[in-house]
Structures are given as C-alpha cells and as structure tokens.
C-alpha cells in the first residue's frame, strides 16, 4: 500500500506581514493532484496544520476546504492528523464528531478518560485500494510536558523517559490489533537528536534543544516513523523508515535553499519497500540580494537593477520576496527610500532590508546582520535577557522550567 507524508503546513503564516494564503491554496491543490496521480492509500499529516493556535478564519477555511475535497475526489483514502505545538488541541479535536462520520481520523491532543490513554482515538487502521486493512498507525500528537506520566528519578531525564512511555504504550496497544502481514506505522511531532533545526521558524520544543529525542523510541519493527516539526526534510538516526518530510513551503527566508517536498511511503506486507521525495513546486520564488553576506550600497543597487522587470498581468502573490543585506559604514537614514526607488518597476517585493554596518574594524566579508526582534524564539529573548544580567547561562533545570512555563502560556492563550 501507499501512504503519502507531509507536515507542518501552517496554514495563516504570514512573512514579515505578507500573506501567504495563496501559496497554501497552489500546495494544497497540488497535493490533492498528487493523491490521486499516485494512487495513495492513505494521508499522513504530522502535525502543525496551522501557524498559531487561535488561526484565522481563512486558515481554518482552508483546512476544512481541503478535508471536503479530498473526501469527494478520493472517498476511500484514509486520512490520519495530528496535532503540533503550533496547533491548538483543542481547536483540532472540536470538530472530532464531525470528522469521524467523513472517516478523517484528527488527534489534536493527547486524550486520556480517567487517567487513561484513549488508545481507541490513538490507534487507526490503514486500509490497501483493496478495502483490507494493511497498516495500524499509532497517532501520537505533540506531547507537552503535562501530558507525561511520571517516571521514577533513577530512571534518567524525566521528559524523555515520560514520552517513550507514551510511545511504547501505545505502540504495544498497536501491536496487539495488528495481525500478520499488517505494517506498524508510527506519528510524531518532536525534535529528535542527529536532527537540524531552523533556527528562524522551528521553535524548540519540549525542554529545549536538551531534550531532543533519541531514534530508538521506535523500535525496528516498526515500518515507517511519520515525523512533523523540522522543516528541513531529512531521515533520523541513519534510518531508512523515520523521517521528517519537512514542511511544503519555506517558512522564513533562511529556509529558500530547502528541498520541499512530501514523501511517498511503500509497503509491502509488514516491510518498508521504499520512500521517495515528491518536491513541491514553488509557487512563489525568494530571493537575496546579494547571493551572500552583504555588500555596499553602490553594488547593491547594480544588482537590483538587474533583477527582471514586473509583468502587468502577473499576480501580485507570485511576485518573488526580496531580502535586501547592504554593507555600511554608517547609518544611512535614506536606505529604504534609495531600495525601493530601484525596485520600483521590479518584479521582487522587498521584505527585508537588513544594513550590515562595517565601522567596526572588522573586515567586509565578516559583518553579518543580526536578527530582529521578530525573528527570535522566546527562548532567545530570555537566553539574551539572562545573560544581560548573570554571568553564566541558565542552567538545564531553569530552561526546563521557563519551557514548561511557555507551553502553559501558549496552551492558555490557545
């Protein structure tokens, strides 16, 4: 059977105040092209369907959209969702009734009945275009610290030993339904180790960098590891079946070099025969002027001059993003008004224009911008404001806390 794997879509992001609404509309109409091309069995989406946890109403409409479309182009795909930590639980459960009478099987959240995993809502069966079930998929949303069982103290880093109990109980539950000839598929959204992080759109999740997770939390029988979080596509730990299919469009300008790209899982029987990448065209291109590091304003504006003229009937939303790096010996108070006169015909939109200043005495090929204020994860803000006022960084126990203070902040906001 054939199962496609995509992640982190976020639907209602926007870059630097741009909406990227239409570029979700081409993914998703491709996407659906592409189910129906390759035959595919089964949809695994891994988490971080939209980019906040109180979405818009157009990233909502879009989701739902999709969910409609696909049930009536292909009535017998089943479709597999789970929650990420850009995603409200709440918010993807609600409609739960709703999506179980389509057959779309969503775990927003992890669901427990007094005290106990739901592992009805957690377990699902994949069926072959043969109407047989071939796969059970244990559908293992993002995990938050509360969410975790106690673990003894001897039994090492408490959140990672919490979350491989989560796995191994539900993966054990999968392993009791399935019969012979029947694949074990698993879902996440997590950051695991060996892995590499964006550091511009990827937040860190659970306690930090420190607490990525190790690849034998899930074990070699099992036949494919659906993973979402990372936007960079990539395997875990050397292995063929767990993998990160990385999200379908650049989520920050340092992601334009990316492959994106869905991945197409085959199975045979119980086995993993093979995965392939299926890139997703880029509707939208990104562009750096220049190509790398930053130079002066006089080479910068021969490059922008270079760059191709607009074409009247082309639509607004394909015109290219632009970050713009100038070297400066100074402040320059009219450098956005000097840009934007050069790109006034242009096709490029500028998004960011970042000045590099090079006053310093250090060399022209050494500057490089800084981030900005809305570039910086939380974690970065209180990293800086941390070492603002102590002289050592926080500690791994203070990052766990501050970390468990931020996701009852989001799940609040939520």
Not at 4 to 23: F, I, P, Q
Not at 116 to 141: I, Q, S, Y
Not at 156 to 169: C, T
Not at 172 to 188: K, N
Request: charged share 25%.
């Amino acid at each position: 059977m054939r199962l496609l794997h995509t992640s982190d879509w976020h639907l209602g992001h926007t870059l630097y105040d741009v909406s990227r609404e239409a570029e979700h509309a081409a993914f998703l109409d491709w996407l659906l092209d592409t189910l129906e091309a390759q035959a595919v069995d089964a949809l695994l989406v891994a988490g971080d369907i939209f980019d906040t946890a109180n979405p818009g109403a157009e990233a909502q409409a879009a989701w739902y959209h999709f969910v409609a479309r696909a049930r009536r182009r292909l009535p017998r795909l089943d479709v597999v969702v789970i929650g990420g930590n850009h995603d409200s639980a709440a918010r993807l459960d609600a409609p739960d009734p709703l999506f179980a009478a389509l057959g779309v099987r969503v775990v927003g959240g992890l669901p427990r009945a007094r005290g106990e995993l739901e592992l009805e809502r957690l377990l699902v069966p994949l069926h072959d275009a043969k109407g047989r079930v071939g796969a059970w998929v244990a559908a293992v949303p993002y995990l938050r610290p509360a969410d975790l069982p106690p673990v003894p103290v001897e039994a090492g880093d408490r959140l990672v030993e919490g979350v491989r109990s989560v796995y191994g109980e539900v993966l054990s539950a999968a392993r009791r339904r399935r019969q012979a000839g029947q694949a074990l598929v698993a879902m996440g959204h997590c950051y695991m180790t060996g892995t590499e992080l964006s550091a511009l759109s990827e937040r860190k999740i659970l306690g930090g960098n420190q607490h990525a997770l190790p690849v034998d939390l899930f074990p070699e029988d099992v036949a494919y590891a659906a993973l979402g979080h990372l936007h960079k596509a990539q395997r875990v730990g050397g292995r063929e079946g767990v993998r990160y299919s990385g999200s379908p469009l650049p989520l920050s300008l340092s992601e334009a070099s990316y492959r994106h790209q869905v991945l197409l899982v085959e199975l045979k029987g119980d086995a993993l025969e093979g995965v392939r990448p299926l890139t997703v065209p880029r509707s939208t291109d990104m562009v750096r002027v220049p190509a790398r590091d930053a130079v002066p304003l006089e080479e910068v504006v021969a490059l922008l001059e270079a760059l191709p003229e607009r074409e009247a009937d082309s639509p607004d939303w394909r015109r290219p993003y632009l970050e713009v790096c100038v070297a400066l010996p100074r402040p320059e108070p009219s450098l956005r008004h000097k840009v934007e006169k050069v790109l006034e015909s242009k096709a490029a939109r500028l998004v960011k224009l970042t000045p590099a200043y090079t006053g310093t005495g250090g060399a022209l090929a050494e500057a490089q911008p800084g981030l900005s204020l809305k570039e910086r994860t939380p974690e970065d803000v209180f990293r800086a404001r941390y070492a603002r006022d102590f002289q050592e960084p926080p500690s791994p126990v203070l990052l766990e806390a501050f970390h468990t203070l931020l996701a009852e902040v989001q799940e609040e906001a939520s």
